[in-house]
């Protein structure tokens, strides 16, 4: 029993979970979206700093959310530096197949910074507990939200 | 507050919890079992969201489907006949379950949401204008918010909201003062899903009557609660659901006053609801059939006949004073964990006990103490506007019901330390 926790909640996890990165909101944010996770009442805003060429130069969040939904965000905020729209389009797909499907149904969604899916292997862990797979996804959600200029996002 | 609840305990040791137990067969299984490793027992915590269904009521619903089942009011034949007559039997046991003054007060519908969307749609549609008020309370269910907003946006009523004090109380004097010539409805909660606080509901109702003001109550969990008397609160309306009450789902009940009911135009059309149907034009029959359009829930009506047999059976009393004796032993298990807080305190609440955990989401809370086999509500519990009166956004519920012991309690306590100590909150 503790072991799926601890497959749930990995250290990496609890420590984003508990000390979030980039929680704050930049001053020259030019994109941001709220994102809502009805079911538990988890609210969150993404902000980031897109570049002429659209490079995303910066992203951050604030909001309220339990340990999963915040330690995605955090790390979220983290692999996104530097990356273009379209990358940050692919790693959302991917990242999605890795915490709804089983591996052998992932599909390509492009090139992604396999570095960056690597670090976020460690949410996979959610597959085993359905009812969290939308805490996990709710910050990625809204920053896709926030690239295609909606103002607000759902997880579900 | 602990008057009722140290009367609660003395009573409490007549009610045989282990039989009980046996009635309910969900009971004996255990959670979470993998290959290899047996699982957890359940601990079922979350009635108020929906109850679990005796034996009595299964059976009665497969036994009716086996030997009975027919459409009703509409055939000549043996089993048509057989059905209806269930069917309307039901409607009897609802309207002295509620000590309704006749069978012809009760309405059938989908669920408590039905109900209150039946009363905005019908009665508010048709007697309220633009200007005029709804009072409703903070600690709502959203199927007491929603439909009348939807009557706001189609007509420009206006809502006005009673605070709950901080323990929880409904605050009677502010709801007073709310009333005034323009109020034209009062649709309050009988007793909160989330606090647990039960409702003055005939001083509600007093208060609304001197200015002619009819008022609807949300029973969906008081009448799992404890006994209700409709003449006695003198409602107007009164309406609950059946799975939170043992029996199945998609069946509820509103009760309404013959003379009011009479007065509404029907909220659906179609087949059951009409006296004679012709392009010229069509009319409806007396209530409750006007307001009952199309198939009704027929197999559900018998399960929740069964549901009324079996908490009648077992005394509403005895069933209060043993809830009351679990939710005061949790509620001491539970303050004397560092960092738990508890919502809702009024005297005489019902029991369910909403907390938060210092430093610990109520959805990780939620996930740890079911690995445990503790199943617990987290969430807004469908009362949003509540949890902003109480400035968090969600809450772990743990709510108990006739099947559960002290034992129980202790399983949900010694989950939340294991939490917490998995959190190092």
Redesign the interface.
């Known amino acids: 029993?503790?072991d799926?926790?601890r497959e749930?909640?990995q250290e990496v996890i609890?420590d984003h979970g508990k000390n979030p990165r980039n929680f704050r909101h930049p001053a020259d944010a030019n994109r941001e979206a709220r994102g809502d996770n009805?079911?538990?009442?988890?609210?969150l805003s993404v902000y980031m700093t897109l570049s002429d060429d659209g490079i995303i130069q910066d992203c951050a969040f604030e909001g309220?959310?339990?340990?999963?939904?915040t330690a995605s965000a955090s790390m979220m905020t983290e692999v996104l530096r530097g990356k273009t729209e379209a990358e940050a389009q692919a790693l959302f797909e991917t990242f999605h197949d890795l915490c709804t499907k089983d591996d052998h149904l992932h599909t390509d969604h492009g090139p992604v910074d396999e570095e960056a899916m690597e670090k976020l292997m460690v949410l996979s862990g959610v597959r085993q507990?359905p009812?969290?797979v939308k805490?996990a996804t709710l910050a990625w959600h809204t920053m896709n939200a926030a690239i295609k200029g909606d103002q607000k996002a759902s997880s579900e | 507050m602990p008057d009722m609840i140290t009367t609660a305990t003395t009573m409490g040791t007549a009610f045989d919890v282990e039989a009980v137990r046996a009635d309910f067969p969900i009971l004996a299984r255990s959670v979470h079992a993998v290959k290899g490793r047996p699982g957890k027992p359940l601990v079922f915590l979350d009635s108020a969201a929906s109850a679990q269904k005796p034996r009595a009521v299964i059976d009665a619903m497969s036994r009716f489907m086996e030997e009975e089942y027919a459409n009703v009011h509409r055939g000549v034949h043996y089993l048509s006949q057989r059905a209806t007559d269930r069917f309307e039997e039901a409607r009897r046991k609802v309207a002295r379950f509620l000590n309704a003054p006749g069978d012809q007060c009760i309405v059938f519908t989908r669920n408590a949401t039905e109900a209150f969307n039946l009363i905005a749609s019908s009665y508010g549609r048709t007697f309220l204008e633009r200007g005029d008020e709804v009072v409703v309370s903070v600690m709502e269910h959203h199927a007491n918010i929603v439909p009348w907003q939807l009557l706001q946006a189609a007509k420009g009523i206006v809502i006005r909201v009673v605070p709950v004090g901080e323990d929880g109380s409904f605050d009677l004097d502010a709801y007073a003062g709310l009333l005034n010539d323009r109020t034209k409805l009062v649709s309050i909660t009988h007793c909160s899903n989330v606090l647990g606080t039960v409702t003055p509901a005939k001083e509600i109702a007093r208060l609304a009557h001197e200015r002619g003001i009819p008022v609807a109550f949300d029973g969906s969990q008081a009448v799992v609660h404890g006994p209700v008397d409709v003449q006695d609160i003198d409602a107007d309306f009164y309406a609950f659901t059946a799975h939170k009450l043992y029996g199945p789902t998609g069946l509820g009940v509103l009760y309404g006053k013959r003379e009011i009911l009479k007065r509404m135009p029907p909220y659906q059309g179609g087949g059951e609801m009409i006296q004679t149907v012709s392009f010229e034009g069509t009319t409806f029959k007396e209530p409750p059939m006007r307001f009952e359009a199309g198939t009704p829930p027929i197999t559900e009506t018998v399960g929740l006949s069964a549901a009324i047999d079996y908490v009648e059976a077992l005394g509403r009393e005895a069933i209060a004073a043993h809830e009351h004796d679990l939710l005061a032993y949790a509620t001491e298990r539970l303050q004397a964990i560092d960092g738990v807080r508890i919502y809702g305190t009024a005297p005489g609440k019902g029991p369910i006990l909403s907390f938060t955990v210092d430093g610990l989401h109520p959805h990780d809370l939620g996930t740890i103490v079911d690995q445990y086999g503790v199943a617990v509500r987290v969430g807004r519990h469908c009362a949003e506007p509540l949890m902003d009166r109480f400035g968090v956004g969600a809450t772990a519920r743990a709510s108990f019901a006739l099947y559960n012991t002290r034992a129980e309690a202790d399983a949900l306590a010694e989950s939340v330390i294991a939490a917490k100590e998995f959190f190092g909150a």
Not at chain 1, 38 to 43: H, L, N
Not at chain 1, 64 to 69: M, Q, T
């Open positions: 029993m503790m799926d926790l749930l909640y609890l009805p079911m538990c009442g988890d609210k309220r959310g339990c340990a999963i939904s507990f009812m969290r805490c």
